[in-house]
């Protein structure tokens, strides 16, 4: 297989706004600072695995 494209939701909703492209390191969890269209702001977003 090659690319994985793991959606991130929004920390504090529960939306998933994002997918992204994870390389290696399966075992660490992707956080990242993104706007959340629900929350109406910047919010942290999370692998939701
Ligand atoms: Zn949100």
């Not at 939701?9 to 939306?15: K, L, Q, T």
């Not at 969890?29 to 702001?41: A, D, S, V, Y």
């Amino acid at each position: 297989m090659g690319k994985q494209k793991e959606p991130l939701a929004c920390s504090v909703c529960g939306r998933r706004n994002y997918s992204v492209p994870i390389s290696g390191k399966p075992d660490q969890r992707l956080t990242l600072n993104k706007f959340c269209k629900q929350c109406g702001r910047v919010t942290v977003h999370q692998q939701t695995r």
